[in-house]
């Protein structure tokens, strides 16, 4: 039996983009489909869609008719074309007129401290249901901090974490180093280093890149 060709991921995304919603349960459906293939080390980057964005956010609709110079009803299709295709990986969107943006840095910090504990993933996909499918704040201290514990994180460190402002520096870092190497829409991600997959891909698209990718380290 051959040895899985060791993959190295660094999925860059945001925690209010519903398209890494998309692109990270395609990903992970992808890596179930090449199971014994490969050997996925998954590390999650930060990236901020609205960093300018208040703690207690704005309206999404009119955020996302002032930022892209659309209308109400284009808004409601782009919604309806993403519920559709989250729906097809299991994953409920129910983002709607009256749900709200948020700032994500807090939750950035959150994920960089989750990463160091090996609950990276958990705390992610938490992240992404609270706000997608449930609504929730995450900007929120109370939310991030029920959630790291829902990850298996201590709620007590992640409270002082997000009252401290631990980790700041490094997302800041994190952030700049996939800025400055042409990364300026999410999601991104980029197979050891050199291979990007740009976009939510459908999960055959990460597969056949993956498959690729993985043939061509193994030589």
């Not at 190295?8 to 209010?16: E, K, P």
């Not at 980057?45 to 659309?70: C, S, V, W």
């Not at 249901?129 to 007590?156: I, T």
Request: hydrophobic residues 40%.
């Amino acid at each position: 039996m051959s040895t899985p060709a060791p993959l190295r991921i660094d999925f860059v995304s945001d925690v209010s983009c519903p398209w890494c919603a998309i692109g990270l349960a395609s990903l992970e459906q992808a890596l179930a489909r090449l199971d014994g293939t490969v050997q996925a080390d998954i590390h999650l980057q930060p990236f901020e869609l609205n960093p300018q964005l208040p703690a207690e956010g704005e309206d999404a609709t009119d955020h996302l008719m002032r930022k892209y110079g659309i209308d109400e009803a284009q808004v409601d299709a782009n919604r309806a074309m993403i519920r559709e295709r989250a729906a097809a990986l299991g994953f409920a969107f129910n983002m709607r007129r009256g749900s709200r943006v948020y700032n994500t840095f807090d939750a950035h910090r959150l994920l960089h401290w989750a990463e160091l504990e090996g609950r990276h993933l958990a705390l992610k996909k938490a992240l992404l249901r609270a706000y997608f499918s449930d609504g929730e704040d995450v900007a929120s201290h109370e939310v991030l901090v029920r959630l790291a514990g829902e990850a298996g994180l201590d709620p007590v460190r992640a409270r002082r974490l997000l009252e401290s402002g631990s980790y700041a520096d490094e997302v800041r870092t994190q952030e700049r180093f996939f800025q400055e190497r042409g990364i300026h829409s999410v999601p991104a991600t980029i197979v050891n280093g050199t291979h990007l997959i740009p976009g939510g891909q459908p999960p055959e698209i990460f597969e056949r890149a993956l498959r690729e990718i993985a043939a061509s380290a193994a030589g």
